[in-house]
């Protein structure tokens, strides 16, 4: 089993829709979760940080199962600037210290 | 502030010869990271050092990638000799202190060997 796992995508829908990316994780014992976005030939920024209680953040809505060891993230009234890869992201602790395990990730395209 | 600073952005060699590349991270930012992205796939982990220590380098293939962070700032990652297989590109991030908190990413080289 692959630490993170994703949906394969692509996922694409028109603009206003409402999309779902699920993500699980294979280490039990994982602290921190977060989702990146990546943009075409572009470096990977933090969209948002994963909290047990659930976080939103404007259109985004991220929300963590510790018991399935699964993620989600919900993207509402989608837009055509929110076409890019999205990355689950999962510290995992190889050494002494976290450090973060990146999903294959999901390609959105938003389209009008 | 400045963001993580990675050069050369572009990098073509031909197989079996040697490449290195150079990260400056965002200053103060204790942990460092170098990740393998080839093109369809996620970031893969190669290094962590914290510091100028390393703290993971389980998949950093060490009989051809060297990676190094003297006095705990710059870091270069370097493969000698390269394979048609390590096309891909090259990101740097640091964090403040390890994988609990936002990692920042350079813009990467991208690798392309023939």
């Known amino acids: 089993r692959k630490e993170v796992e994703q949906d394969p995508g692509p996922f694409n829908v028109p603009e206003g829709a409402t999309v779902a990316f699920n993500c699980t994780y294979s280490?039990?014992?994982?602290?921190?979760f977060f989702w990146y976005r990546q943009d075409c030939r572009k470096e990977p920024k933090l969209l948002m940080s994963?909290?047990?209680s659930g976080n939103e953040d404007g259109r985004f809505t991220a929300q963590l199962n510790r018991a399935s060891q699964y993620i989600s993230l919900l993207i509402r009234d989608s837009k055509l600037s929110d076409s890019a890869t999205y990355l689950c992201v999962v510290e995992n602790y190889g050494g002494s210290q976290g450090n973060l395990i990146f999903g294959k990730g999901t390609k959105l395209s938003v389209k009008p | 502030e400045a963001g993580v600073a990675q050069s050369p952005r572009y990098k073509i060699i031909e197989k079996r010869q040697s490449v290195a590349f150079w990260c400056n991270p965002i200053?103060?930012?204790?942990?460092l990271y170098w990740y393998q992205q080839i093109l369809g796939q996620g970031p893969k982990l190669l290094i962590q050092f914290q510091n100028n220590g390393v703290v993971d380098d389980s998949q950093l293939p060490k009989d051809r990638f060297s990676a190094e962070r003297l006095k705990g700032v710059d870091s270069t990652l370097k493969i000698q000799p390269a394979k048609l297989e390590d096309s891909a590109v090259y990101l740097c991030a640091s964090s403040l202190q390890g994988g609990s908190t936002e990692a920042f990413f350079g813009q990467g080289t991208r690798l392309t060997v023939v």
């Open positions: 994963v909290y047990s």
């Open positions: 280490n039990s014992a994982s602290q921190s």
């Open positions: 200053s103060g930012h204790a942990t």
